[in-house]
C-alpha cells in the first residue's frame, strides 16, 4: 500500500502527526528550563534513566519517522513534477507547486538543523566540554547527574547559536502552519465546512511552538547583553567562563 502514491501520502501524514506531537513534548519538556536547574536536570536524568529498550526504542521510532517523512516527501515531489503538465498549468496547481516547493526548502534546512542540534546538545561533539558539565542539582541522593542547565546556558551564549536556531524556529514554524493542515487533508478529514478551522489552529499550534523554543535562546541572549536578568547570574556566568 506504500508504494502507491496515495500511500505515500498517508505514510507522510502520519509521520508528520509523530513529528507535530514530538515537538510540542519536547517543548514542553524543555520550558521547565525557567524553572530553575533543579527541574530541568531532574527532568533529563529521568528521561535517560528510561529502560534501554524504551530509551532506544522511541530514539529509533523518531528517527525511522524522520527519514520516511524526508523520503516520501521526495518521491512525491519528483512524481508530481513528472505528472504535471508543461503548459497550460491551472493556477491551483502552480499554488500546490509553490507551497510544496516551500515545504521542500523548510524541511531541508530543518533536516540540517536536526542533525547539528544533536551533534550539539545529545553527542555533544560540537563543544565536547559540556560532556564534563555534571552537577548534584537535580539529582538523587548521593548522585551527580548532567547539567543540562548550564549546557542550554552555555550553547546559547554563543550569539550565532542562538541566531541559528531562533531561525531555525521560525522556519519550523511555517513548516508545520502549512503540514499541520496537510496531514488532515491527506486523511481525508479537511471537509469545505473544517477547512478554515484547521487552517487557524494549525497557525496557532505553529506560532505556539515558535514561541516555546524560541524563548529559551532569546532569554539567554537578552541576559548576554545586559538587557535581562532572567537567570540566576551566578549560574549565568559560570558557563561563559569555561569558553
Ligand atoms: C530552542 C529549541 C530547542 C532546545 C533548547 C532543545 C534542547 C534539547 C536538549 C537540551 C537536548 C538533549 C537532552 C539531554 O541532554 O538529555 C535535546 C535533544 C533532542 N532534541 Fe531538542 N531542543 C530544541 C529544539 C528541537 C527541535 C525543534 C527538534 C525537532 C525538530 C528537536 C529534537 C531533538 C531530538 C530528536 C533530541 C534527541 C533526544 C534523545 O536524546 O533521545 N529539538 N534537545
Not at 533529563?44 to 527519514?67: K, N
Not at 505528472?83 to 534546512?109: F, H, Q, W, Y
Not at 538543523?113 to 560540537?126: D, E, G, K, N, Y
Not at 550569539?159 to 499541520?180: A, K
Request: glycine share 8%; proline share 4%; charged share 15%.
Amino acid at each position: 500500500m506504500f508504494t502507491s502514491s496515495i500511500g505515500k501520502k498517508y505514510l507522510m501524514a502520519l509521520t508528520g502527526f509523530v513529528l507535530i506531537g514530538f515537538v510540542f513534548v519536547h517543548m514542553a519538556g524543555n520550558l521547565q528550563i525557567l524553572m530553575g536547574p533543579e527541574k530541568i536536570n531532574a527532568y533529563a536524568h529521568a528521561l535517560q534513566s528510561l529502560p534501554m529498550p524504551i530509551l532506544w526504542g522511541s530514539r529509533i521510532f523518531l528517527l525511522v519517522c524522520v527519514v520516511l517523512h524526508a523520503w516520501t516527501a521526495i518521491v512525491l515531489i519528483r512524481e508530481n513534477r513528472a505528472a504535471r503538465p508543461r503548459e497550460n498549468d491551472v493556477e491551483v496547481t502552480k499554488r500546490a507547486g509553490l507551497s510544496s516547493l516551500k515545504m521542500g526548502l523548510t524541511g531541508t534546512i530543518l533536516l540540517f538543523f536536526i542533525v547539528f542540534h544533536l551533534l550539539h546538545f545529545t553527542v555533544r561533539a560540537v563543544y565536547p566540554e559540556y560532556d564534563d558539565l555534571m552537577t548534584t542539582v537535580g539529582a538523587p541522593e548521593g548522585m551527580e547527574v548532567h547539567n543540562v542547565y548550564s549546557m542550554v546556558l552555555a550553547g546559547f551564549q554563543h550569539t550565532w547559536v542562538s541566531v541559528f536556531y531562533v531561525i531555525s524556529m521560525f522556519l519550523l514554524c511555517g513548516h508545520l502552519g502549512h503540514g499541520f493542515s496537510s496531514v488532515f487533508q491527506s486523511l481525508g478529514i479537511r471537509s469545505e465546512s473544517w477547512r478554515n478551522k484547521i487552517d487557524w489552529a494549525a497557525k496557532g499550534y505553529a506560532w505556539l511552538i515558535f514561541l516555546g523554543f524560541s524563548i529559551v535562546p532569546i532569554l539567554v541572549i537578552g541576559q548576554k547583553f545586559d538587557l535581562i536578568s532572567f537567570f540566576e547570574p551566578s549560574l549565568f556566568s559560570e558557563p561563559l567562563a569555561m569558553r
